[in-house]
């Protein structure tokens, strides 16, 4: 039979829907043209009031089973609308189940999108008593005892209060952002203590059990004070933070992504500098999904008694293929890692010695030994090695004559060899 409503037809449901999804996009907080969006108590309701129209409808729908095809119906109508590749993928499972509680969907949108100020709670307060006041006020006449009686009641036990009013919804929710908040704040305060124990330990019984027999080349207080300085940024929450949004960017098709690099670009041509945030990005998208794996490594590692000049010929002899196996090349390339990469390339391609100022061991887990970008970093490790460098000078060891130890480019060459011979 089909859509056969005798008051809309599915074209027409449709436009709604689409209505409906422009509401939820602006509820990021910003309109399609980058402007901050207005969420005042009014816009609040008007949502809301989109979200309690599809309710309605969805449950007359559902009380028959005569209209069964109908939604069968419409929800193929969305799942078409929604595999497009210009609609929000953050959107992608709307259904009509999802419609069913329009509500709570526009909620959870908000509450995420909006920064949870004094003005952005006040408004929402004030748009949930609002709302549940007017409904009150068409079915009882003294709704406002009502409603504070409805209050009282939700402080009691909310689980238990069978209203289905605005505000009930709004409880909620703060309470699941409460509970995040809480357990994220936990977390913060978990890792802040680990990343200071990391950064404070000075290796003292290293130090002792190994003053009798100093190393020649390359001390073991040196590779474990370096070894603490680069798990510490691993397990810093600035990047942790960094990595989530890179996972979360990097979640989408590659033409939504890079929608979001553009318009970092843009910044750029206005003024602001924005190349080594880009930069940073990119790379800690390459390794979102294995940074568990990347910190264990770090972690785990025992280094070997192995001059500088030794390891720099083990990680040269990567970038020349002699550790890569065909099938591990392949596997690699065909991820989005090299899409990744490859936009890096293009995007760095003039200011490649900047890439520099980034944390050693973040380029050595981020590039792969198959990509160009491997080849052209090792390239400028060994002009750094022999000091002839043009654009960059990572330490004065080469003019003064010096071994390679306690320095930079040191440092540099030890976490590619940490991560990519080490692990092989």
Same mark, same amino acid.
């Given at each position: 039979m089909g859509w056969s409503?005798?008051?809309?037809?599915?074209?027409?449901?449709?436009?709604?829907?689409k209505g409906f999804v422009d509401i939820l996009i602006l509820a990021s907080g910003y309109q399609s043209s980058g402007l901050p969006a207005i969420w005042d108590s009014h816009n609040i309701k008007q949502a809301f009031r989109w979200g309690l129209f599809f309710e309605n409808v969805f449950r007359c729908l559902s009380s028959s089973d005569a209209y069964q095809e109908m939604v069968e119906e419409l929800d193929a109508a969305l799942s078409e609308m929604t595999a497009d590749p210009i609609f929000p993928q953050g959107l992608a499972h709307l259904s009509s189940v999802v419609l069913t509680k329009a509500r709570v969907f526009v909620l959870e949108h908000l509450m995420s999108g909006l920064p949870l100020r004094n003005e952005h709670l006040g408004a929402f307060c004030r748009a949930m008593v609002e709302m549940d006041l007017?409904?009150?006020?068409?079915?009882?006449?003294?709704?406002?005892?009502?409603?504070?009686?409805?209050?009282?009641?939700?402080?009691?036990?909310?689980?238990?209060?069978?209203?289905?009013?605005?505000?009930?919804?709004?409880?909620?929710?703060?309470?699941?952002?409460?509970?995040?908040?809480?357990?994220?704040?936990?977390?913060?305060?978990?890792?802040?203590?680990?990343?200071?124990?990391i950064r404070d330990n000075d290796w003292t019984q290293t130090v002792r059990k190994l003053s009798k027999e100093p190393l020649k080349h390359f001390t073991a207080p040196i590779k474990n004070n370096w070894k603490s300085r680069n798990v510490s940024y691993f397990l810093d929450k600035r990047t942790v933070r960094l990595v989530s949004g890179a996972a979360m960017i990097f979640s989408a098709p590659k033409t939504k992504w890079?929608?979001?690099?553009?318009?970092?670009?843009?910044?750029?041509?206005?003024?602001?500098?924005?190349f080594l945030e880009t930069a940073e990005l990119l790379l800690l998208g390459c390794v979102a999904s294995r940074w568990d794996t990347v910190i264990k490594h770090f972690l785990s590692v025992s280094y070997e008694c192995v001059?500088?000049?030794?390891?720099?010929?083990?990680?040269?002899? +990567?970038?020349?293929?002699?550790?890569? /196996?065909?099938?591990?090349?392949?596997? =690699?390339?065909? &991820?989005?890692?090299?899409?990744? %990469?490859?936009?890096?390339?293009?995007?760095?391609?003039?200011?490649?010695?900047?890439?520099?100022?980034?944390?050693?061991? +973040?380029?050595?887990?981020?590039?792969? /030994?198959?990509s160009s970008l491997f080849n =052209?970093?090792? &390239?400028?490790?060994?002009?750094? %090695?022999?000091?002839?460098?043009?654009?960059?000078?990572c330490c004065n060891c080469a003019h003064e004559g010096k071994k390679h130890s306690d320095c930079e480019l040191a440092e540099r060459i030890l976490c590619l060899y940490t991560y990519h011979v080490c692990r092989s």
């Open positions: 409503h005798p008051d809309i037809t599915l074209e027409e449901m449709l436009k709604l829907v007017e409904e009150l006020q068409g079915k009882q006449d003294d709704s406002l005892n009502l409603y504070l009686h409805k209050l009282t009641t939700l402080n009691t036990n909310i689980d238990k209060c069978s209203d289905d009013g605005f505000t009930k919804y709004f409880v909620q929710e703060i309470l699941k952002k409460q509970s995040a908040v809480s357990c994220i704040s936990s977390a913060e305060m978990s890792l802040g203590v680990l990343c200071k124990t890079m929608q979001v690099f553009e318009r970092l670009n843009i910044a750029a041509e206005i003024g602001y500098d924005a001059s500088i000049s030794k390891q720099y010929d083990e990680v040269r002899n +990567l970038s020349q293929g002699i550790y890569q /196996s065909l099938q591990f090349k392949e596997e =690699l390339k065909s &991820s989005k890692e090299r899409e990744i %990469l490859e936009y890096l390339a293009v995007f760095s391609e003039d200011q490649l010695h900047k890439l520099w100022q980034l944390p050693p061991s +973040l380029l050595a887990v981020a590039i792969p /030994s198959w =052209l970093y090792i &390239s400028e490790l060994e002009r750094q %090695l022999k000091g002839i460098s043009p654009t960059t000078i």
